[in-house]
């Protein structure tokens, strides 16, 4: 009841301060807010749709001044520049006021701003609102979600590329930039084929006709880097709409590579296993031939074959199963108690019966106990010795050592033969790689013994690693730690 009174009285105040200062019947039934001050910048006039925006009556807050809707979150230079505006008698226009209603709440306005003149002077402002919190929200959104796109299609790990349907690049992710080593300035605008590889024949005109057709495509292209080294991609293309194609790029050089290790590889086990075989069935033929014929023949060398050529064919399969074991995470460790001297020892002696010309020589001493399994780290420095003596045609001896320091065994074994190139040292741990050297082309092997010794190494916690120079020698060590409270200073 006394709401609705106070209403009344002030819709009479309102019409009467209207007619007073002779503003027109219409601003009482404008939808948006509209606000009037005096020259001085007094309140005289607010509809009531301003009344309605902002919680205030217009009989509170006759005479005041308009700061009292000040939110502080309007930048200074925009009120400067109204009354700048105002001043010259010019109207002015903005989108960034953010005021703050009798409740506290605060809101974003579009605002007009114009004066009334009168004989050439200035008599009274007007504002007119229009309440823009939504829509402002709605722009803050969608530059967030812009930021939030840029960010997620720049941090991708695939190349991205926009295109447009000339094949012009007009986008490229921080991935692409770095697969191809450009600057992003320097590819976009140009044409795809200026990334691309001047043999990779198809024309991409063509695959974008049938592209428009099919509207996603998976290619696979050659692309050329600044430095001019060729990559090998895979494209995933999509047409996004009528003028724009979505390009992700693969950069397929590492399966390539391992594609190639693969076909190697099989095709070297196979022929690996064909050279036994061969023998054995030779030899098993002839065993049963003299066998039925001729009882003074000698059988003990052939059987010597045998066994000799079985043992090659096991510790092939042995390996592989080991491979796969690793590769399907299925080699659990039996760790038993190990003292570093009488183990190396005893793998010293047994290998020297097989080394050939050269010579293991065993060099130091360490106190202390490992907790290891020990047929595999015997596999591990089995492996290595191997390595040794088949990577140094013509010398006597390899060098066999251990010692210990700060909490751990270090082994090595080091050679004098033909060393590995130092892009090449670390790469030699991953499986199936060989270096590329004339001198390892001729020498059997699978690429696959140190990349074993390197997992069983970090499955004991261990590391492994090479020091060496090409055409000096190299030397391989292995660090394992001492068992618990084998270490100084829990002894201590
Ligand atoms: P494999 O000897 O059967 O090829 P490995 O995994 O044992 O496989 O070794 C990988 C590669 O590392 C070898 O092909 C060889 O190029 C290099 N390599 C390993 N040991 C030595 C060594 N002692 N001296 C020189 N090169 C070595």
Request: aromatic content about 6%.
């Amino acid at each position: 009841m006394v709401k609705k009174k106070r209403h009344q009285r002030n819709t009479d105040h309102r019409r009467r301060l209207r007619q007073e200062l002779a503003f027109p019947q219409v601003l009482d039934a404008m939808p948006d807010p509209v606000l009037i001050t005096t020259a001085e910048g007094r309140i005289c006039y607010v509809n009531p749709a301003w009344e309605r925006q902002t919680g205030y009556f217009l009989s509170e807050i006759r005479g005041k001044n308009p700061r009292l809707l000040n939110s502080g979150k309007t930048p200074a230079r925009v009120y400067a520049m109204v009354w700048e505006e105002l001043a010259a008698g010019r109207p002015f226009f903005t989108d960034e006021i953010v005021d703050r209603r009798k409740d506290g709440s605060k809101y974003q306005i579009r605002a007009t701003f114009f004066p009334i003149r009168r004989n050439g002077k200035n008599v009274f402002f007007v504002q007119i609102q229009h309440d823009i919190t939504r829509h402002a929200a709605r722009v803050r959104q969608m530059e967030e979600n812009a930021h939030l796109y840029r960010t997620l299609i720049d941090d991708a790990s695939d190349g991205i590329l926009l295109l447009d349907i000339e094949a012009r690049i007009v986008g490229a992710n921080k991935a692409i930039c770095a697969m191809l080593g450009y600057a992003p300035e320097e590819i976009i605008g140009q044409n795809i084929a200026a990334i691309g590889d001047p043999e990779d024949a198809t024309p991409y005109a063509i695959r974008t006709a049938e592209l428009l057709e099919k509207r996603s495509l998976l290619t696979e292209r050659i692309f050329r880097r600044k430095d001019g080294r060729k990559i090998p991609v895979e494209l995933h293309n999509k047409l996004i709409d009528a003028r724009l194609i979505q390009s992700i790029v693969r950069d397929m050089t590492r399966k390539k590579e391992l594609e190639k290790q693969r076909d190697a590889f099989i095709g070297m086990v196979a022929h690996e296993i064909r050279t036994p075989l061969l023998v054995l069935r030779n030899n098993a033929e002839l065993i049963n031939i003299v066998r039925n014929q001729d009882e003074s023949v000698p059988l003990k060398p052939l059987a010597e074959t045998l066994i000799e050529q079985v043992s090659r064919l096991s510790i092939l399969v042995d390996d592989l199963l080991n491979l796969n074991r690793l590769q399907t995470g299925e080699m659990p460790l039996t760790k038993e108690p190990v003292e570093p001297a009488s183990f190396l020892r005893q793998i010293a002696a047994d290998m020297g019966t097989i080394s050939g010309l050269h010579e293991i020589r065993l060099v130091g001493e360490a106190d202390g106990i490992m907790m290891v399994d020990r047929a595999r780290l015997r596999q591990v420095i089995e492996n290595l010795l191997t390595n040794a003596i088949k990577y140094s045609p013509g010398q006597d001896h390899v060098d066999l050592t251990f010692a210990r320091h700060d909490g751990e065994i270090v082994f090595s074994v080091r050679d004098y033969g033909i060393g590995i190139e130092p892009e090449e040292q670390k790469k030699i741990f991953r499986l199936f790689y060989r270096t590329e050297s004339e001198d390892t082309r001729l020498l059997p092997g699978y690429g696959f013994g140190l990349y074993i010794a390197a997992q069983i190494v970090q499955k004991h916690g261990g590391r492994i690693w090479v020091e060496s120079k090409k055409g000096k020698g190299s030397t391989f060590f292995v660090a394992l730690p001492l068992a618990k409270g084998e270490t100084g200073e829990e002894r201590a």
